[in-house]
């Protein structure tokens, strides 16, 4: 009976024609599948990493192919005030608006873990900021930081009085800097607050009740439920939150577009403007090279600093 | 038996033993809930509505907030978005971003299909080495590669042609589609594609005769991410498109609408305005698949 099946199936195999088989021999089709993603990826990811590695080593410049000059880019820039200032910059730009996009994000996704009503109206809602194209939110919060029409300066000075003068939010280095900050943590806030609300609906709700049983109170439950069971998410979401704010281009360039004189440069935007409107490629790629160190850096140290911790936990509760 | 346990500890609410955090209610679940709950709202909506308000403004009621209050509009005008539609290429910037996104998801998501199949179906050595490949791909920054990205579009002959765009969108998309429609393919049971495969179909007609039609939530997630992802995408489209009639609207509406020293406040808000509707409403109709592809990528 059994070896009947076999039979019928096999000349059904043999009818096949040979594109057929050809396209059922597994290596060829592994080949073939991987081929458009694999091509596309090595062309224009991968290739042009190198290259801009390769750049960063010339004095290449737009129209002119460039030569071999070692490490003279990165010795320029070392001594270069506007470089160095736009490390700093991004440095800070980093730090404080990954702490503020994630004490208010995981602040906001315990709100949200509360029964409510229209729950999901809401998150929808939240979702918004980090939907709309980037710079078309930065244009707006331009016009919100206007030194002369700014509705914050308006609410400040004229309807509270907390203020005699409008503030001038982009004209000065240290209030430009914030600014741009808190564009910026607006604009991470849904994405971390829906990713951890995702993260705290997976914990089971039996291990509140064990904790509530054993007397713990609500600060309590937070940092030994919550927190640890959020640690693996939360690894991933800080590890691309710090990653994509580190070479954040889009807000500063709508926003302040580096000024005042050269005071609120972010590495990508110092980058952009040395190497394409000012056409020094090869500088402009150095800039740019100098970030990897940095992104590997906070990579590595976010992902297993905490995705450690992760699977310590997991021992102790599987 | 539950009902004699839950009456046992009469000292916990109904929702506390369900093991629901409630912070008690009345008043103080006002204070520590509502309050701030419907702060982040107003704070988060606030730019749009800033937006649209100022879009629809007259010159006169912009741009004097002693005799009229900002807050609201007296005599709502159309004029600045009908500045904008028959008077810039806005419509034309409107169609090309449209295109480029379309046929740069389409092209992505061919690809990741194709991609996520082999390395989680078809099991090979090193597939797994293949995955994190496409997952660290997936870590490399726009802004480090645009420069190199920028001369070799150039060598290509491709500078401010549509199709640098539709190229290298790809470079972001697919990592992230890929990792996605791995995650979905797992979900589904491989014996179903065997059951198909012992009827005789071959594995391309299993892909797309069994696991496509099963993972279209998917593939919709993938579709729509990479979309908005590419409507999105600025610093390509500002480096490698020069013509003002070929622009992206989020480039466009930076670079044209602001017209030396004098910043045109109304049309700049109602081109900003008019660039998000497009994925506004997308997103409306699929923000359940939104949420999965956000919190998918992020729980693998």
């Given at each position: 009976m059994?070896v009947?099946?076999?039979e019928?199936r096999?000349t059904y195999?043999?009818?096949?024609s040979w594109?057929v088989r050809l396209?059922?021999?597994?290596?060829?089709l592994i080949a073939i599948c991987l081929?458009p993603?694999?091509a596309?990826?090595?062309v224009?990811?991968s290739?042009?990493?190198?290259?801009g590695i390769?750049?960063?080593?010339?004095?290449?410049?737009i129209?002119?192919?460039g030569?071999f000059?070692g490490?003279?880019?990165?010795?320029?820039?070392?001594?270069?005030?506007?470089f160095?200032t736009s490390?700093?910059?991004t440095?800070?730009?980093?730090?404080?608006?990954?702490i503020?996009?994630?004490?208010?994000?995981l602040?906001l996704?315990l709100l949200?873990n509360n029964?409510?009503?229209?729950?999901?109206l809401?998150?929808a809602i939240?979702?918004?900021?980090?939907i709309?194209?980037?710079?078309l939110?930065?244009?707006?919060f331009?016009?919100?930081?206007?030194p002369?029409?700014?509705?914050?300066s308006?609410v400040l000075v004229?309807v509270?009085?907390w203020r005699?003068t409008?503030?001038?939010?982009?004209?000065q280095?240290?209030?430009?800097?914030?600014s741009l900050?808190a564009?910026?943590i607006?604009r991470g806030?849904?994405f971390?607050?829906?990713?951890?609300?995702?993260?705290?609906?997976?914990?089971?709700p039996s291990l509140?009740?064990?904790a509530?049983?054993d007397g713990?109170?609500a600060?309590?439950r937070?940092?030994?439920?919550t927190?640890?069971m959020?640690?693996?998410?939360?690894?991933v979401?800080?590890t691309?939150?710090?990653?994509?704010?580190?070479?954040?281009?889009q807000?500063?360039y709508?926003?302040?577009?580096?000024?005042?004189?050269?005071?609120?440069?972010?590495m990508?935007?110092l980058?952009?403007?040395r190497?394409?409107?000012?056409?020094?490629?090869g500088?402009g790629?150095?800039?740019?090279v100098a970030m990897?160190?940095?992104?590997?850096?906070a990579?590595l140290f976010s992902?297993?600093?905490?995705?450690?911790?992760?699977?310590?936990q997991g021992?102790?509760?599987? | 038996?539950?009902?004699?346990?839950?009456?046992?500890?009469?000292?916990?609410?109904?929702k506390?033993s369900?093991g629901?955090?409630?912070w008690?209610s009345?008043?103080?679940?006002f204070?520590?809930l509502?309050?701030p709950?419907?702060l982040?709202v107003?704070v988060?909506?606030?730019?749009?509505y800033?937006m649209?308000?100022?879009?629809?403004k007259p010159?006169a009621e912009?741009?004097?907030?002693?005799?009229?209050?900002?807050f609201w509009?007296?005599s709502?005008?159309?004029d600045?978005?009908k500045?904008?539609?028959f008077?810039?290429?806005y419509?034309?910037?409107l169609?090309t971003t449209?295109?480029?996104a379309?046929?740069?998801?389409?092209l992505?998501?061919?690809?990741?299909?194709l991609?996520?199949y082999?390395?989680?179906?078809?099991?090979?050595?090193?597939?797994?080495?293949v995955?994190?490949?496409?997952?660290l791909?997936?870590?490399?920054?726009p802004s480090?590669?645009?420069?190199?990205?920028?001369t070799?579009?150039?060598?290509?002959?491709?500078?401010d042609?549509?199709?640098?765009?539709?190229?290298?969108?790809?470079t972001?998309?697919?990592?992230f589609c890929?990792?996605?429609?791995?995650?979905?393919?797992?979900?589904?049971?491989?014996?179903?594609?065997e059951c198909?495969?012992?009827?005789g179909?071959?594995?391309?007609?299993?892909?797309?005769?069994?696991?496509?039609p099963?993972?279209?939530p998917?593939?919709?997630?993938a579709?729509?991410?990479?979309?908005t992802?590419?409507?999105?995408?600025f610093?390509?489209a500002l480096?490698f498109?020069?013509s003002a009639e070929?622009?992206?609207?989020?480039?466009?509406v930076?670079?044209?609408l602001v017209?030396?020293?004098?910043?045109?406040w109304?049309s700049l808000?109602?081109?900003?305005l008019l660039?998000?509707?497009?994925?506004?409403?997308l997103?409306?109709?699929?923000?359940?698949?939104y949420?999965a592809s956000l919190?998918g990528a992020?729980?693998?």
């Open positions: 059994a009947a099946a076999v019928t096999t195999k043999l009818d096949q594109l396209f059922d021999y597994k290596p060829f081929f993603a694999a596309l990826l090595l224009f990811l290739y042009p990493l190198g290259l390769w750049l960063s080593f010339t004095d290449t410049r129209g002119r192919p030569y000059i490490l003279e880019n990165f010795e320029s820039l070392l001594s270069d005030k506007v160095i490390v700093w910059n440095l800070l730009y980093t730090s404080v608006a990954t503020g996009k994630f004490g208010l994000g602040w996704a949200l029964n409510l009503p229209f729950k999901s809401l998150r939240i979702l918004i900021p980090w709309v194209p980037t710079v939110s930065a244009i707006a331009w016009w919100i930081y206007d002369q029409f700014s509705i914050i308006y004229d509270l009085g005699d409008y503030i001038d939010f982009l004209g280095p240290w209030p430009a800097r914030f900050i564009a910026n607006w806030i849904p971390v607050a829906i990713s951890l609300l995702a993260g705290l609906q997976t914990i089971s509140y009740e064990a509530m049983l713990a109170n600060w309590q937070f940092k030994h439920v927190f640890p959020l640690m693996p998410i939360l690894a979401v800080l691309f939150s710090v990653l994509f704010t580190f070479t954040d281009f807000l500063v709508a926003i302040t577009r580096g000024g005042p004189v050269n005071s609120t440069h972010l990508a935007t980058a952009f403007q190497g394409i409107p000012g056409g020094q490629l500088e790629a150095a800039i740019a990897i160190p940095f992104l590997v850096m990579t992902y297993f600093g905490l995705a450690r911790r992760k699977w310590q021992e102790d509760n599987d | 038996m539950t009902d004699q346990t839950l009456s046992q500890r009469p000292h916990l609410t109904d506390e369900t629901v955090i409630d008690s009345g008043p103080r679940r204070i520590v509502y309050l709950l419907s982040f107003l988060l909506l606030f730019p749009f800033w649209a308000i100022t879009a629809i010159n912009l741009l004097d907030f002693k005799n009229h209050n900002p509009v007296t709502p005008t159309l600045n978005i500045k904008l539609l008077q810039t290429d419509p034309q910037w169609w449209m295109m480029v379309a046929v740069a998801t389409a992505s998501l061919f690809a990741s299909v991609a996520a082999a390395i989680q179906r078809l099991k090979f050595k090193g597939s797994n080495y995955g994190l490949a496409i997952y791909a997936y870590l490399v920054p480090i590669l645009f420069i190199p990205m920028a070799l579009i150039f060598q290509l002959g491709l500078f042609s549509p199709m640098a765009l539709i190229l290298t969108y790809p972001f998309l697919i990592p890929t990792w996605l429609l791995i995650g979905y393919f797992k979900s589904i049971p491989y014996e179903l594609e198909a495969m012992i009827d179909a071959t594995r391309l007609q299993t892909l797309w005769q069994i696991t496509l099963l993972a279209m998917g593939l919709i997630s579709g729509i991410f990479a979309f992802l590419s409507w999105n995408e610093i390509y480096a498109i020069q070929k622009k992206t609207v989020p480039v466009a930076l670079t044209q017209e030396g020293d004098v910043y045109h109304g808000m109602a081109g900003a660039g998000s509707i497009p994925v506004a409403i997103y409306s109709f699929f923000v359940d698949y949420v919190t992020v729980k693998e």
